[in-house]
């Protein structure tokens, strides 16, 4: 089958020179990006009623971007004001560089995993003092916390906002020849939008082993896996299928 359409199951990229942009060119490809989900903050209400004070931590912990943006949409509302020495430990640089949205970076303590949890929990492990603030989504996996637990970090889990399907049954979705999924919540979508969808020939590929269990979970074959040692990114993981793909025919 020749790969040609592909759906990226994320925002357009705001920077032209979008690692995917070159894929598309090397490649020759269509590529589309839709968001298959929706996030949705948590009304304040709902988080004082945990009766959970931010500032009684010292260290916060982020997974996603949307970690990091709700959080501080939060701490706005309840008029929050986050102090200096509090640290930060980000599971990428990549939503490290983020945090510079809302804090001036060179005068936090901020640390960073390569992109796997398991990576940034040995250093979390190093600070065993710290009051872990961990933000994330209502339906979170429960992979994270059970590490925490396991290692007996003092943290605190606070469901901030919720990850839920969005409506996209506008697209042709068996006119892809790739779709290419970055969390558990996607395939969900996929399923809701799609009750009769059949994978067929269509290549799927997965961000992180949460969604890879998801999608296998729901029926389905994941012929593309990031991150890995060989490749880090998925335009890396594409790029090395896309390749091998090219060389078999």
Known sequence: MKIKNVLISQPQPENEKSP??????QFNLNITFRKLIKIESVDNK????????????????????????HFFS??????????????????????ALYLQKYVQYRKRKIFFGKSKFPELLELIKKQKNEK???????????????????HKINHVIVPIYNTAPDTVDDIEIDSYHMIVFFSPFGIESLQKNFPDYKQDETIFAAFGQATVSAIESA?????????????????????QYLQNHKAKK
């Open 132 to 150: 872990f603030f961990f933000p994330c989504a209502v339906n979170h996996t429960k992979e994270i916390p059970d590490l925490l637990q396991a």
């Open 46 to 69: 709902e988080f004082r009623k945990l009766r959970i004070n931010i500032l009684d931590y010292t260290a916060i912990i982020f997974t996603s971007r949307h970690s990091v943006d």
């Open 74 to 95: 939060l701490c706005e509302e309840l008029r929050v004001t986050i102090p200096e020495s509090m640290k930060y430990f980000c599971v990428s640089e990549a939503i």
């Open 20 to 25: 995917y942009t070159d894929l598309a060119k």
């Open 219 to 239: 029926g389905f074959e994941v012929q593309i896996k990031a991150p890995s040692p060989e490749a880090p990114s998925m335009t890396m993981a594409i790029e």
